[in-house]
């Protein structure tokens, strides 16, 4: 089996992990060609600024994002049970390829001048998701609210906990498989008894 690599795509995944874990600041090009065992010429050859490397990073990451939530969204399920999938989809993200929720925090961070390019792969998808809400919520399948506010509140929620590893820590919960399950079981608990329609929600259409 052939597990050849191109030099390219080594840059990415490592860039990827440092500026997910690390932040863009705190990333350095001559520390990733250090770890990749090449020189700093050799990733300046294919991303000829940090700025440049840190670009590509968010169009291949968003480009992932994109084509698993969408995967997601295909199944045809609907109200609480498409939310719970993708909560279920997001937690799998935080245990495999945490580094991708970190680079997600990193871009979208208050001041941080590459949230547009972010926005511009990942825009449909968020204008699809916002739909979804809008419909469930009129077919009374979920509480009605503002789509848009509820989109928010669920990004923040869902992602602080499936990836805020270092808070969890510091409140005494470990780190491992086990208690990432039980956070996803709390949560999605926490998100139906928050989305389930009332009486006189579900009779507003």
Do not use: C, W
Not at 84 to 89: D, G, S
Not at 108 to 134: C, K, N, Q
Not at 169 to 181: F, H, L, N, Q
């Amino acid at each position: 089996m052939n597990n050849f690599v191109p030099t390219r795509q080594r840059v990415l995944d490592a860039a990827l992990s440092a500026f997910g874990t690390d932040g863009y600041s705190a990333t350095s090009l001559d520390a990733l060609a250090a770890q990749l065992g090449v020189r700093k010429q050799t990733i300046l050859y294919y991303f000829p600024s940090k700025q440049a490397l840190f670009d590509s990073v968010i169009d291949a990451a968003a480009q992932d994002l994109v084509e698993l939530f969408e995967q997601e969204a295909s199944r045809g399920l609907t109200g609480i049970d498409q939310v719970e999938a993708i909560v279920r989809r997001i937690f799998r993200l935080a245990v495999n390829r945490p580094e991708l929720l970190g680079l997600v925090r990193e871009v979208t961070r208050p001041g941080s001048i590459t949230a547009g390019r972010l926005s511009a792969h990942v825009g449909p998808t968020v204008d699809r998701a916002r739909r979804f809400l809008e419909r469930e919520m009129n077919a009374g399948r979920l509480r009605r609210s503002d789509p848009s506010m509820l989109l928010l509140s669920l990004y923040s929620t869902v992602v602080g906990v499936a990836s805020e590893l270092e808070v969890q820590r510091a409140m005494g919960i470990p780190p491992s498989r086990r208690a990432t399950v039980v956070r996803r079981s709390e949560l999605t608990r926490f998100l139906r008894a928050a989305l389930a329609p009332t009486d006189a929600s579900a009779a507003v259409q």
